[in-house]
């Protein structure tokens, strides 16, 4: 009796392609903020320091507004980097991951689930925000790639991977 196996391999792909088509219902991660709160042709802004072109987009706000999470998913990483600052990394729906930079605080824990509105931390300059105006710094990463949208600009292929926040929060679209 070998009829096991695969029908686990069919349970774990329905797995996967659940999350893959699972809706996003994406919201901007900043309570209160709007699509003023940020510049909207920041995405692929160059050139950027050491990253070269900037992959995502930066939220203004004042220090300590929360941050809240854009949809919903699982806390895979929160932690201090170089660059980044206080950093948190989550998994959403569509096998996307939600960076969240140069936080004044964070609090949510690794391999704790979050709602779409969780907190997640506070806006802050930590990292090499240090010294600017406090902001959240935001990427959303596929960790499947859009080869369509690979184009001719520099670093161009990594658009197969970063998306543009201001597209996927629809440009204009409101927090609550
Ligand atoms: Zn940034």
């Known amino acids: ?10 349970l774990l792909l329905a797995l996967l392609l659940a999350w893959l088509i699972a809706p996003e219902w994406l919201r901007v991660p900043v309570q209160g903020a709007t699509a003023r709160d940020w510049n909207q ?8 320091g050491r990253s070269g072109v900037h992959k995502g987009i930066d939220i203004f706000a004042p220090k300590g507004t929360p941050v809240l999470a854009p949809t919903y998913g699982l806390v895979l990483f929160r932690g201090e980097i170089d660059m980044g600052g206080k950093v948190v990394l989550m998994l959403g729906p569509k096998w996307r991951l939600h960076y969240f930079a140069h936080l004044d605080d964070y609090s949510a824990l690794p391999g704790q689930p979050v709602l779409p509105g969780g907190r997640i931390g506070s806006v802050g300059d930590t990292g090499n925000a240090r010294g600017k105006p406090p902001h959240l710094h935001y990427t959303i990463l596929s960790l499947l790639p859009y080869p369509w949208r690979w184009d001719d600009s520099n670093q161009g292929w990594k ?3 970063y998306l543009d926040p201001n597209e996927a929060l629809g440009g204009a679209r409101e927090a609550p």
């Open 1 to 10: 009796m070998k009829v096991k196996k695969p029908r686990k391999r069919h």
């Open 41 to 48: 042709q920041s995405f692929w802004f160059e050139p950027w």
């Open 159 to 161: 658009k197969m991977f």
